[in-house]
């Protein structure tokens, strides 16, 4: 039975694979696609996120989300990596897909209320969206079978020190989410630093003569400069895809169960992931945080998902 899934995102290069990934493959059922400001502005994220849908011939409805934190200002976008644009590399046709009327946050709510709370939530940006829709409808909390996100890391972080992006851009709302009761899986810089899109894999995924295949080989080459650019890594880490990758199959990836919470106090460490990974504490074990990953096996999935386009 496939799996029922949310994807909420902020389409920048590896949530664009993410949703690639997620939209054919027959482990699971994209019920709809959310975007929220994150590594673009909510303009740019979603026009990504629609020139995504549309150049794949997805057929999946996409809906608007948060412009805004819950708290905080918002966060400069990171240009850096993915560009002007947020989706730098690939050249798109007219855009003629549009967005649904519905806000993203009323699309969660009512779908899961609707649901026998059978479906998966898979946050790949900022959890302004997710928290946003736990703080308005609360009764949604019971209906979440899961939450896999990327975010988060118990090791250095990627835009501080201390923390990883998605949660440095929305701290209150990841202090929601992971204190909400529903379980958090959670893919951290620790395990994304692994599979790294080298020239070798992008090498391996041109050899597929179908749009997925050079819509991933046209992304990661931009997305490598910027990498390069930044951190002098030869191939950039692709975060969001592990998060489908674990749900298509979940022994690609180990994880450990601990307690995580969100520093949104510090201004130094605002946005870190304080994963009790020694267990510590006696706190609740509310997070299952990705302690490593099977490299090979990670590709092999992501060329297995390219080769189900025509
Ligand atoms: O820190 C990496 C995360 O921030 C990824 O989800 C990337 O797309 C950006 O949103
Ligand atoms: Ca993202």
New binding site residues.
């Given amino acids: 039975m496939a799996q029922k899934i949310i994807l909420d995102c902020?389409p920048?290069?590896?949530?664009a694979v993410a949703i690639m990934m997620a939209a054919k493959h027959p482990e699971i059922e994209l019920l709809g696609i959310t975007t929220v400001r994150?590594?673009q502005t909510l303009e740019k994220v979603t026009r990504n996120a629609l020139n995504v849908v549309q150049y794949l011939d997805i057929d999946v409805p996409v809906y608007k989300g948060m412009s805004v934190p819950m708290v905080i200002e918002p966060r400069p976008v990171?240009e850096r990596v993915h560009g002007d644009s947020g989706l730098d590399g690939p050249q798109f046709d007219e855009l003629t897909r549009t967005i649904e009327s519905k806000h993203a946050i009323q699309f969660i709510i009512e779908t899961l209320m609707a649901s026998d709370g059978d479906i998966i939530l898979v946050p790949?940006?900022p959890l302004t969206n997710i928290a946003m829709a736990m703080r308005i409808e609360p009764r949604i909390v019971p209906k979440i079978k899961q939450i896999v996100l990327?975010?988060g890391c118990y090791q250095l972080g990627?835009?501080t020190p201390s923390a990883?992006?998605?949660i440095w851009a929305d701290g209150e709302a990841a202090h929601i989410v992971f204190s909400s009761g529903v379980k958090v899986t959670m893919m951290g810089?620790d395990i994304?630093r692994k599979v790294l899109a080298l020239p070798s894999v992008i090498e391996r995924m041109s050899k597929h003569d179908n749009r997925a295949a050079k819509l991933f080989c046209d992304l990661m080459t931009f997305f490598n400069k910027g990498q390069k650019k930044t951190f002098g890594w030869e191939g950039g880490p692709l975060?969001?895809p592990t998060t489908v990758a674990y749900l298509i199959d979940p022994s690609v990836i180990t994880v450990k169960s601990m307690h995580t919470d969100i520093e949104i106090n510090s201004e130094q460490s605002y946005g870190r992931t304080n994963c009790d990974y020694f267990l510590l504490t006696d706190e609740p074990k509310n997070s299952d945080v990705a302690i490593d990953v099977d490299v090979e096996q990670f590709w092999d999935i992501v060329e297995e998902c390219i080769s189900l386009y025509e």
């Fill in positions: 902020d920048g290069h590896d949530d994150g590594n990171e790949t940006g990327m975010g990627n835009v990883e992006f998605n810089l994304t975060h969001d």
